[in-house]
């Protein structure tokens, strides 16, 4: 069975230029959660999606940050325009039940903005 | 607000020595609390968890006890090996319906040959 996929696995791009970082999650999974970690920092929640639904998306810093998930499959989350505090590492997880703690997290993206 | 201070890191140890990252925890309540591992070039995994006061997790030789009394959760490993190398979240779950886990900062773990 496949595993929470990310891609791309490394980004580096200047600031004010638009990255796309998406997620696909374990085929059936419901439930998919993006985290980020800010170097040296905690992980911090940033949204809950249930299918295509944001249940939850209290941890989005700004407007510049806009995640989807059409179809309730995979998720992109859009870093539009990218500024310097936006690098790190962005996880992305899933699970069958809304649980993270049942969930299978991805490697990660790690998104360097310069 | 809810949080999780874990010691700094990295932590760099010979194989077998013994292995201890300290995490102490606040938040109102009973929370849940989670060790988290991450290898190299891997995702996060859950490690290990403890859901009410005194209840000790444990998993592939590595423990922590639920410490109320200190608002503690130190991971622990008697003998360690270079596949140890990591690194290590410490995380809480506030009881009561839909609530969101809250990290610490991690803790790099080298073992060393």
């Known amino acids: 069975e496949a595993g929470v996929t990310q891609f791309p696995s490394h980004s580096v791009i200047e600031k004010g230029q638009t990255v796309t970082l998406r997620c696909d999650p374990i085929?059936?999974?419901?439930?998919l959660y993006w985290y980020r970690r800010v170097m040296g920092k905690e992980i911090k929640f940033l949204l809950h999606f249930v299918k295509e639904s944001k249940q939850d998306e209290s941890g989005m810093p700004n407007n510049r940050f806009l995640a989807e998930r059409t179809g309730g499959t995979y998720s992109t989350l859009k870093v539009q325009p990218a500024e310097l505090e936006d690098s790190g590492v962005y996880f992305c997880a899933s699970s069958s039940k809304q649980e993270l703690t049942e969930a299978f997290f991805g490697q990660g993206t790690r998104l360097t903005v310069v | 607000g809810n949080s999780v201070t874990q010691m700094e890191g990295p932590v760099t140890l010979s194989e077998e020595a013994f292995l201890t990252i300290n995490c102490t925890y606040t938040a109102t309540g009973y929370p849940s609390l989670f060790w988290y591992v991450q290898y190299p070039g891997e995702g996060l995994q859950l490690l290990l968890k403890?859901?009410?006061?005194?209840d000790k997790g444990s998993n592939k030789g590595f423990e922590a006890t639920y410490r109320k009394e200190t608002t503690s959760f130190h991971l622990e490993k008697g003998s360690v090996q270079v596949s140890d190398s990591a690194v290590y979240f410490c995380a809480l779950r506030p009881s009561g319906g839909y609530q969101k886990v809250t990290f610490g900062t991690g803790t790099k773990l080298q073992v060393i040959p």
């Open positions: 403890a859901t009410k006061a005194d």
């Open positions: 085929s059936g999974h419901d439930n």
